[in-house]
Structures are given as structure tokens and as C-alpha cells.
């Protein structure tokens, strides 16, 4: 059901700010492809996900959880989309964007630019967007063509994640930027 290629140091990254020039977060991408967006959603039910495989960034374990019929019955005209932390013992600070490809241009959706702010997973935590697009906005646009959608999932770990979770400490002061949605979601695994 899903092809998965790590891609590390995108773009993005090139165009971020200070923190990952000082290396104070680690970086890394996946796509998550969907090959039969209609055939998914019309088998899974509201709560339901598909995940993409495993992938590593910031010697952390992550993963891209996609609910095509939305992840609660307020989102059920929803896609909701959310990143989840895999690893078992550890808690990470980090920042993301899932992003989609458009096929017509074949560049990642512009929202992508805008990063969530620096968030806190426990193990099995995931964090994301419930409200991600309307079905009939998705439906319509150019981010689906041949029934397939591809999800680009953009982490910034920051690295001192591990530490925290054994009382480490890190400057908090280091770690506030942009944050643009305002609709994220903080769940337990589904
Ligand atoms: C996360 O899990 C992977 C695979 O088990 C392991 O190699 C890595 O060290 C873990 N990371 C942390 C921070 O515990
Ligand atoms: C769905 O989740 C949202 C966000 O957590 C919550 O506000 C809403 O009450 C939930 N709806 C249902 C039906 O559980
Ligand atoms: C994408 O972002 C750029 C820079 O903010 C803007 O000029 C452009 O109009 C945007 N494109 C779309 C399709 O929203
Ligand atoms: C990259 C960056 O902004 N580093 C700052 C983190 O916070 C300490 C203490 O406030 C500053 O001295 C660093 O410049």
C-alpha cells in the first residue's frame, strides 16, 4: 500500500532558521505515498489510519499516520494526518510539517513552509492535524491524480530529546519559533 523513501536534508531545510544552523535540531524527511486513496478511504472507517513505515530522524523512531475518513466523528469529512513517535522509552522535542505533493507542478504544498511549533512526544505520542483538508477539498485539488497522494512528513528534533526524558536539561529559550497552525491536536495512539 505504501512506498516509503527517506529523504534527508530537503529544502527546506536550506531555507530554516538559526536553531538548524546551530545544530541545535536534527533533520530529517519521508513520503508516504498512497496509491489508492479511494479504495483506503472507502475501507477504513472514522478512528482508522494507515501508517507509513518506520523512519528515523534525531536517533528517534517515527512514523506518518493517515486518517482518510478523519480520526473522530467531528473530522469525518476530514483527512487527518499526524506524526507519531515509535520509539518505546524515549520522549522527543521536536517541530514538523506534513506536507502534499502536487502533481501537476510536482512541488510540495506551500502551507509546508509554515513549521508547528516545538512539541513534546511521549512514546507512542503523535501530533498532527485533525482538520488536515475537507474531503471535497482534497478530492478537487491537484494533490490527488490517478487516485494516488503523497505525504511529505518534515521533522526538527531537537537534540538534546533523549536527555529530557532522563531530566536533562535544555534551553526552552532555544526552541519557541514559528508557530503557524493552531489546530493541532495532541492524541494517545489510536
Ligand atoms: C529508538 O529506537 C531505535 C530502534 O530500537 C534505537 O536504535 C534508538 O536508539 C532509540 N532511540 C532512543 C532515543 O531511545
Ligand atoms: C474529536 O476530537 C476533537 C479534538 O480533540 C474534539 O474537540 C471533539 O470533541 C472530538 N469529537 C468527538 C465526537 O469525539
Ligand atoms: C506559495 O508561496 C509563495 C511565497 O509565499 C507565494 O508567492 C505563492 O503565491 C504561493 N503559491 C500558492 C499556490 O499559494
Ligand atoms: C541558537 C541560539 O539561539 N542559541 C541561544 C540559546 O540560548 C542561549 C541562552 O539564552 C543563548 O546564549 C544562545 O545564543
Not at 527517506?6 to 541545535?24: D, M, N, Y
Not at 524527511?29 to 472514522?46: L, P
Request: neutral net charge; charged residues 15%.
Amino acid at each position: 500500500m505504501s512506498l516509503i523513501i527517506a529523504l534527508f536534508c530537503s529544502v527546506l531545510i536550506c531555507s530554516a532558521p538559526l536553531e538548524v544552523a546551530a545544530g541545535v535540531f536534527l533533520t530529517g524527511s519521508k513520503t508516504f505515498e498512497i496509491t489508492d486513496y479511494s479504495v483506503v478511504k472507502k475501507g477504513i472507517s472514522t478512528g482508522s489510519f494507515i501508517r507509513s513505515d518506520r523512519f528515523t530522524v534525531g536517533g528517534h523512531q517515527w512514523a506518518i499516520k493517515f486518517y482518510p475518513q478523519g480520526h473522530n466523528m467531528s473530522y469525518s469529512n476530514y483527512v487527518s494526518i499526524y506524526v507519531q513517535l515509535k520509539n518505546a522509552t524515549s520522549v522527543a522535542k521536536a517541530m514538523y510539517t506534513h506536507r502534499l505533493l502536487d502533481m501537476k507542478t510536482l512541488r510540495w504544498a506551500n502551507n509546508s513552509q509554515l513549521r508547528s511549533d516545538v512539541r513534546t512526544f511521549t512514546p507512542n505520542h503523535q501530533w498532527g492535524y485533525y482538520d488536515f483538508m475537507t474531503h471535497s477539498e482534497l478530492e478537487a485539488s491537484d494533490y490527488l491524480l490517478n487516485d494516488k497522494l503523497v505525504i511529505k512528513t518534515t521533522l526538527w528534533v531537537f537534540e538534546g530529546s533523549s536527555a529530557v526524558s532522563k531530566g536533562g536539561s535544555y534551553n526552552e529559550g532555544n526552541l519557541t519559533s514559528a508557530g503557524v497552525f493552531d489546530n493541532d491536536e495532541n492524541l494517545a495512539d489510536a
